[in-house]
């Protein structure tokens, strides 16, 4: 097989390992390194544009699962390494969830489950289907065309978490905004560190207000289980602003993809529109099919020598997964580059796998369910407004979507 050049010289002579320069991709289109490791290399050796040296890559569906599951590779170790990477920052700070293993990791994330339990996800459910009637009725006083990212996908999921954090509305737009620097590999250091200073202080205070409120929100919660003893302050911050630019950005993006994937087939748009009753499997299959990022996100350290798939990781070795070729390895899915709402058995990872798995998926779902729902029965007609090859797409992105969307109806 062919390998990528490094490009840089230390490494000219090292050639197994593949420079991952991440190019700047549009559309739903499939990295092409990514595609040929899960073909060619499942477990593979890895270079990215920021940190040092070198790290794993596991792209096959069984090994990803195995990884991303087996207490032997371990996020605590990340800290304090500088392993290779996509963005030049780390997004969790130091302490929070993501950067914490069992059972530390299940201290922290049982407090999640208070807030996000059955009862809570169906006020949730009522919530998001008011704002987004709120949010068509804008649209629709509008007037064609219209940018869809900011009249829906943007402000959408900000109402529901800010709703389920508890976060002023008044206050949203700023928060949003620092999600926004913190999940970008070209903000660059700085700017993201910032970011990340800022969110910390405004959840700090919005926790150190909710204690003892007796409300239901999550920095209520999260006040309460500081006080319990359960997590600390600190942790309880790296929970919330965890959750918080989840549930914005990475919605935000997710759920502009499925909008452009349905507009831009039509097939299975008006098959939707047919068979309203198809929507959940509709959207498991959108999120198997949409690469959500670029590259790979957080890496783990294996604790000691384990072999994945034939190949013995060392210990103290970084290693990624990818959520995304694990959800094209044909293994487990057929045909697994075609979207096809007809597949019944759809055991798709786009939410993570293990322990570090996404505790919103639930929400996640509703809000692209109300959301894919709502606008085509207001809206029949929607398409894009410019021809497909004018859309813009993010750059320099860690999450993969749209800047515009621009349609008309
Ligand atoms: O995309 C990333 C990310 C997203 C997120 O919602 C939380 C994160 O901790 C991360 C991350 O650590 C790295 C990413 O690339």
Not at 29 to 53: I, Q, Y
Not at 66 to 86: M, Y
Not at 360 to 376: F, N, P, Q
């Amino acid at each position: 097989m062919t390998t990528t050049t490094p490009p840089t010289p230390e490494h000219a002579d090292d050639p197994h390992t593949h420079f991952w320069a991440v190019p700047e991709l549009t559309g739903l289109t499939f990295d092409p390194l990514l595609a040929r490791l899960l073909h060619e290399e499942p477990v593979a050796r890895v270079r990215l544009p920021h940190g040092e040296g070198h790290a794993w890559l596991v792209t096959r569906y069984e090994d990803v699962k195995f990884v991303s599951a087996d207490p032997r590779f371990s996020r605590r170790a990340v800290h304090g390494r500088s392993v290779t990477r996509l963005a030049p920052h780390f997004v969790p700070m130091e302490g929070a969830v993501g950067f914490a293993d069992p059972p530390d990791h299940t201290r922290m994330r049982r407090v999640l489950a208070r807030a996000f339990g059955t009862r809570a996800l169906h006020v949730l459910r009522e919530h998001a289907q008011d704002v987004m009637d709120g949010l068509l009725d804008r649209l629709a006083r509008h007037g064609p065309p219209a940018d869809l990212v900011e009249g829906v996908h943007r402000p959408f999921p900000l109402a529901v978490v800010g709703a389920l954090m508890g976060v002023p509305e008044g206050d949203r737009p700023l928060v949003a905004h620092w999600s926004d620097a913190l999940l970008a590999a070209g903000t660059g250091r700085e700017a993201a560190e910032h970011a990340r200073r800022e969110t910390t202080r405004y959840f700090t205070e919005l926790i150190g207000r909710s204690h003892g409120t007796g409300k239901e929100t999550l920095a209520a919660v999260l006040a309460d289980a500081v006080d319990e003893g359960t997590v600390d302050a600190h942790e309880a911050v790296g929970l919330a602003v965890l959750v918080q630019i989840g549930g914005t950005h990475a919605v935000r993006n997710n759920s502009a993809n499925m909008v452009y994937a349905l507009l831009t087939h039509p097939g299975h748009l008006a098959r939707l529109r047919a068979e309203p009753g198809l929507l959940p499997r509709a959207v498991d299959e959108l999120l198997r099919y949409i690469p959500h990022r670029n590259a790979v996100g957080l890496s783990r350290i294996a604790l000691e020598d384990v072999e994945v798939g034939g190949v013995t990781i060392a210990k103290d070795d970084p290693v990624y997964v990818s959520y995304l070729t694990a959800n094209r390895d044909p293994a487990v899915f057929p045909d697994p580059d075609k979207l096809d709402f007809d597949r019944g058995y759809n055991p798709h990872v786009a939410f993570g796998h293990g322990p570090h798995g996404c505790p919103g998926s639930a929400l996640a779902r509703v809000e692209s369910e109300i959301l894919l729902d709502s606008l085509w029965t207001r809206f029949p007609d929607l398409r894009l407004a410019v021809p497909e090859n004018e859309l813009r797409w993010q750059r320099g992105a860690l999450l993969r979507g749209p800047e515009t969307l621009p349609v008309t109806w």
